[in-house]
């Protein structure tokens, strides 16, 4: 079965910090990942995915994540935050063929400071 | 262009009535997926239709639960006696189908806030 793993539940930065959220995947096959972050009574937005190809992957508002098979990782970062990025982030997993489930990560919430 | 939309965004009612949740998925978007959101279980899968296929309710938590999709377009999901632990926010999301490895990137709506006293 699937799963995802974010070890931080609660991470605090200080404005025009970098970021680093982490990112632990569980699959049997070749994942698709996904990034979404979730502003209070707001539904989920899509930073970015991973499909193949680049390792790197960019995404909206200035963030990228970085594919690592070997470490069944996909970390999120962005090099400067600001107070608007504060929201909670979700990283996602699915497969590919009829395997179109999600399966979520419980979630980083992020805090930033002025 | 429009998103997916929910309706209603917030739903209070008493333990033992019946409640049905709304949604609009994107035109032209195939797939339609639900899941929950709770504070104790994080984001969990419930159903997924796509086109004329039979839908997957593996993910659905009881038989109280049931959900429909109809004209391939707006979907409903109906909880009968409710129950406080189905306090949470449900969230719909729709998809485009097929592409690289036949999966396409869900979009998702706000979501409606059901409140069970």
């Known amino acids: 079965a699937q799963s995802v793993t974010q070890p931080d539940i609660h991470i605090t930065v200080s404005e025009g910090a970098s970021l680093e959220l982490r990112c632990n995947y569980s699959?049997?096959?070749?994942?698709?990942l996904f990034w979404y972050v979730q502003s209070p009574g707001q539904g989920l937005q899509l930073l970015l995915k991973?499909?193949?190809?680049?390792?790197l992957v960019q995404g909206i508002k200035g963030f990228e994540a970085e594919f690592k098979r070997s470490q069944s990782s996909f970390n999120l970062r962005k090099p400067s935050v600001h107070w608007s990025d504060a929201a909670e982030y979700f990283c996602?997993?699915?497969?590919?063929?009829?395997?179109?489930?999600?399966?979520f990560g419980k979630g980083t919430l992020l805090t930033v400071n002025p | 262009g429009a998103g997916v939309s929910q309706s209603p965004s917030n739903k209070v009612t008493e333990k033992g009535k019946d409640v049905e949740l709304r949604c609009d998925p994107i035109?032209?978007?195939?797939?339609l997926y639900w899941y929950r959101q709770s504070l104790g279980q994080g984001l969990e899968f419930l159903i997924y239709?796509?086109?004329?296929?039979?839908?997957?309710k593996s993910g659905l938590p009881s038989d109280r639960f049931s959900a429909e999709r109809t004209g391939g377009s707006v979907s409903t999901l109906t909880i009968q006696r409710t129950q406080q632990e189905d306090s949470a926010v449900y969230l719909c999301?729709?998809?485009?189908?097929?592409?690289?490895?036949?999966?396409?990137?869900?979009?998702f709506g706000d979501g409606t806030r059901l409140s069970i006293l």
């Open positions: 999301a729709s998809s485009l189908f097929g592409g690289q490895g036949g999966y396409q990137p869900q979009h």
């Open positions: 699959y049997g096959a070749t994942p698709y």
């Open positions: 991973y499909f193949s190809g680049d390792t």
């Open positions: 996602a997993v699915g497969g590919g063929g009829s395997n179109y489930k999600l399966t």
């Open positions: 035109s032209g978007h195939t797939a």
């Open positions: 239709f796509q086109g004329n296929s039979a839908p997957d």
